[in-house]
């Protein structure tokens, strides 16, 4: 079992013309994950080896059936793509595209808001339920069948943590990498509450970053409604305040955001925090011993 | 640059002249009617405590103070320039900033009628002194987001403020402001509410949309070093260590850096060389991080994803090949196609290479080239 | 008022130029290169199929095709402006249409390639060669809209037909219309898309945003007794029957309608006195329905709940003294004091005046008094 | 029991020092509805007959508590009211002001939908539960308490059919007057959908008009998910097509919207649907014997 993307996903890539496109797109097919449809506005009618491009995803999803799409799409157009997207009515949204400006998403936010489409992303590296399907750029050599789940927003550090696991044999359900922009689709408490109902996930890992308090609330959904244990990861111990860290929302404002604020929030609910990845690594597997 | 956005919104603020020299600062004293507020020009915070703001009585007053800015710097910069500003006579000082909060993804306001204080203490403190608005995106700020906000104000202040809340909103979304924050916002005694200082922060993924905004910025100094890694699309940040930290994601470098201080040693800077890690962008970054004269040594932790770690090796060599190195270079290369990388490395044999099997051996390892302990 | 609004939105449609008599048709028709297609101007439908629209091929011709328009009128109307409107080579022709869609109270944009069908017909039997796309009210309409409901158009008319839609769409939200329909949109053979005919329905609700929107209208004749019922803020709409209607309420006028056509007899009229039902409104109301000559008789029909039916009966009674009437009214008091209203119109013991206790008896009555049967 | 409004509201009131507010406020308070405060802007401090006047239904709802809102500003503030009470996080919003522009409340409609606001109207009579609250302009004297449910899109037919109910002896749970207007809150599906799950309803009167299809939709929705009986009644038999008969909505467009179509509708699907109000309140008792 998994969470968002799996057996059952049709995916439709927009953008998927352009040279990362492309290139994701087949990686991905080749990973076994299902591509139905591309899309890039004037080239309707033509085929990304095999796979049929359609001008709007409205014209993929009548054709296809397409319930997931994945978003190559440059930041100037992104926002606009997942609109797209939602109004022609995909059930997952994940968004690749780096850069989009903060406004233009809180616009997408706000639409998305209580409708049915779910966003991961943007500026994230997608979604993977190893063995059944890839949806993004994390490279699928990395990650094995299990049952512990990933939630990240580095999307380095879910090939990292997810590569100390692998080499200890322990797989993964489902590893999500949300995405570092200050605003962005299914975050933490989302994430933990999919792989809460997933049978087929026994513990989950939370990757975080210095910035905002996503991982503060997150500590207070997991004392109050997941019963799996949690083990967590926060870095930028050493940023400094006032700074951003490559992503626009690794930032420290004032006395908020802090690595030490978040890893403390984690601890004081019961989950076991690793001060550097392979730490991390080793206290899943004693959860899980 | 806020005063600059607020002028062109409409934003009412205290009249302003710039002065280059200690009797044009005079001149415009006499200009605003004898008094003034001379301020220094320089782009960093904490000007009012520093000595940065000074109050004059008079023209010749103005032309002291300016004049012992212009000869004594700030802070250990030159100040090239003043402003000198209207004295405006305060009835009652506010709080006011608008901002993209990221713990709902849409817009927040807040006031409070107590000017000067510290906001996150308010909050924490007396959140009930703090009116805070959430303003959806798609609605934008509506009459009753300004109604609830400004109630929180003394009536004869309420119709002034709600005219600058609804400039700085604008100014907000027009320009891509994540953050546009007005402390003081006074009251004057004539009834005009105006806003004393300011700061704007603007998204830098917008900048595109504001090419005037980021030529606003380029008046602006900033270190020479970071703007040579911003130019080449890295995302630097100089830091207070010996160890330089370069590594392929953000999460990933940030993990570095602290990993690095476990082991015992300080990182020199923040490096991201980002998704492609060519040679190119191995050279620039080696550059960037090597011109820092604190360096004692490199640390490089790739995890090769989509990155091959042959590639990256081979373009670590061809970027010493064109950078040169006085110090060690310690590299970790993990994920796709590591083994061969390491190969590559080893066979070259280069002076300066110190290979690491892990991310944990690298940083160790680096810390003891710097002469730090093993405290992780 | 389609084509000025288009105008003003900057739709391309075809020149034209209006003539007020024969000579100036023929005119235009030189000036629109030697050929035209000739309109009556009269705010009613079916024109084309009314010959009411004449296609010139010289302006002799045009002028031979105003003369007669002007001389034999349209459909028992007076002609006294016709349009001259330039032949336009039409390649192909299309449909669209904008609309407030109230079954999901967002937009609804809806193409076809199919010109000159009937819409609903074409919805209905063939739904795929209708492309639909909802366009939500805060996001407006976006580039994937326009890309989705123009990709059902051949290739080479796709962009200017998304220009169309794009001025389409902004003249439905800043011109507050619930409706514009352009029926045929044309390819011409140049390559151009323009509307060749158009219909805008605009929102009552909002003309107070658009006061020139009312002069535009004003312009156009309506029938006077529903002017003078509209100027009263009273709904009125007339209908081909003989009984005259007055209710409080539109359900309930609406009822009263089908409750009389049960009875047997038709209505002449709705009327809405609307809430209040005062003496003023009541008087006003009597005289637009008894200024009908198909009225035989009147039903007042008034469900008190706010409105006090003892007030209601004294408008009556008011009303009468000032309009007077041929013909007998019936009036169905009930409600709020309804006891009392009626005591009131007993005592008064006007001659016209015909009580009944229940809306059913109420119409019953009224048929009678016309000399219709009892079909209920 | 009820829907909607019940001995639970407590209600603000929007508009309240208008001549048309305060008289219905009070109205509604003298019927036994808990008033709990009015908004004027700029009236902050001031009471309407003991019940406290605030600038802001955020403020209303900080002080008193209010999880109801009644709206009598007129048309042109009306829609920004409506927000302002979703904003400030009421329940239930009863708009009875007539006459706002459609793009207004499409508008309205696209922020409310999908959050946790409940809008009744705008230009309707507003909602009562007999012997528990009265919300809006509905006479609480015609009314019985009972156990039939009635919705209608028109106002005076509400009374009207109320009063033919109550004349037989028949109470009334709830009714629900949604009002006459193209775009409106709550409509048939989602009040049949409250009076499904109502255990205090134990049949349901639906009353509509010519125009739209609702009254077809709601049809369909009777033919799957009701399982209590529906009586209707349906206005307009009369009116000619691409006439507006006094509501804004209330019109035939082309072939679509006749009266005899929506009755055919709603008999399609087992409802017994009167010819007048008469006959309307027969079908109920009959159906309840």
């Known amino acids: 079992m998994s969470i968002l993307v799996g057996p059952d996903t049709k995916l439709v890539v927009q953008g998927i013309t352009g040279k990362e496109g492309t290139f994701h797109t087949l990686r991905n097919r080749a990973y076994g994950t299902d591509v139905v449809a591309g899309v890039t506005p004037g080239k309707a009618g033509q085929d990304v080896e095999g796979i049929p491009v359609f001008d709007t995803v409205a014209a993929a999803v009548r054709e296809t059936g397409a319930n997931t799409s994945m978003i190559f799409v440059p930041p100037r157009g992104a926002a606009e793509a997942i609109l797209e997207a939602a109004d022609a009515g995909i059930d997952l949204v994940v968004c690749i595209t780096e850069g989009i400006p903060a406004r233009d998403m809180a616009e997408v936010h706000a639409y998305l808001d209580g409708g049915r489409t779910v966003l991961v992303g943007p500026n994230c590296p997608g979604v993977i339920s190893p063995g059944q399907a890839n949806v993004g750029i994390i490279p699928g050599e990395i990650c094995a069948p299990g049952r512990v789940g990933l939630v990240s927003r580095s999307g380095t550090l879910v090939y990292q943590i997810v590569h100390e696991l692998s080499q200890l044999g322990i797989g993964q359900s489902t590893c999500v990498g949300m995405g570092g922009d200050p605003v962005h689709g299914i975050g933490f408490i989302e994430s933990l509450t999919l792989f809460e109902q997933d049978p087929g996930t026994d513990l989950v890992v939370m990757v975080g970053e210095i910035g905002g308090d996503d991982e503060e609330r997150a500590a207070r959904h997991v004392s109050e409604r997941v019963t799996k244990p949690v083990v967590g990861y926060i870095a930028g111990f050493e940023a400094p305040p006032g700074k951003r860290m490559g992503h626009a929302g690794a930032i420290v404002t004032g006395s908020r955001g802090t690595a030490a604020a978040k890893a403390e929030a984690l601890e004081s609910v019961g989950a076991k925090v690793g001060r550097t990845p392979t730490e991390v690594a080793s206290l899943v597997q004693a959860a899980l011993a | ?376």
């Open chain 2, 1 to 376: 640059m806020g005063k600059d956005l607020f002028a062109r919104h409409g934003v009412p603020v205290p009249r302003g002249i710039v002065a280059e020299d200690a009797a044009a600062a005079s001149a415009a004293t006499g200009d605003l009617g004898g008094t003034s507020v001379v301020k220094v020009q320089v782009q960093i915070g904490g000007r009012g405590k520093g000595g940065g703001v000074v109050l004059a009585d008079s023209p010749a007053d103005a032309a002291r103070a300016a004049g012992r800015m212009f000869s004594e710097g700030f802070k250990d910069m030159p100040v090239t320039r003043v402003l000198v500003e209207e004295r405006v006579p305060i009835a009652e000082e506010f709080y006011t900033a608008l901002l993209l909060d990221r713990s709902t993804g849409g817009y927040l306001a807040m006031m409070t009628a107590e000017g000067g204080v510290d906001i996150e203490e308010l909050a924490r403190t007396r959140p009930e002194a703090l009116r805070r608005v959430p303003v959806d995106p798609l609605l934008g700020l509506r009459t009753y987001h300004v109604r609830e906000l400004t109630g929180v104000l003394p009536p004869r202040a309420r119709e002034g403020a709600a005219d600058v809340v609804r400039k700085l909103f604008h100014l907000l979304r027009e320009e891509d402001a994540t953050l546009v924050e007005v402390n003081p916002l006074v009251l004057l005694e004539d009834g005009r509410v105006i806003a004393l200082d300011s700061k704007v922060t603007i998204d830098d993924n917008a900048l595109w949309r504001h090419p005037d905004l980021d030529e606003l910025r380029a008046a602006f100094p900033i270190d020479p070093v970071e703007k040579r890694a911003k130019d080449q699309g890295l995302q630097y940040v100089k830091l207070d260590g010996d160890v330089g930290i370069i590594g392929n994601g953000a999460g990933l470098v940030m993990s570095t850096l602290d990993v690095v201080a476990q082991a015992g040693a300080r990182a020199a800077n923040f490096l991201d060389v980002g998704g492609g890690a060519s040679a190119d962008q191995m050279a620039t970054s080696l550059e960037v991080v090597l011109s820092d004269p604190a360096v004692k040594a490199v640390l490089i932790n790739i995890f090769g994803g989509i990155t091959r770690c042959d590639l990256v090796a081979e373009g670590i060599l061809e970027a010493l090949g064109r950078v040169g190195a006085e110090v060690p270079i310690v590299v970790r290369l993990d994920g796709t196609n590591a083994e061969e990388g390491r190969r590559i490395l080893t066979e070259a044999n280069h002076g300066r290479i110190v290979s690491a099997a892990t991310m944990l051996e690298a940083a160790r390892r680096a810390a003891e080239l710097v002469g730090g302990g093993e405290a992780a």
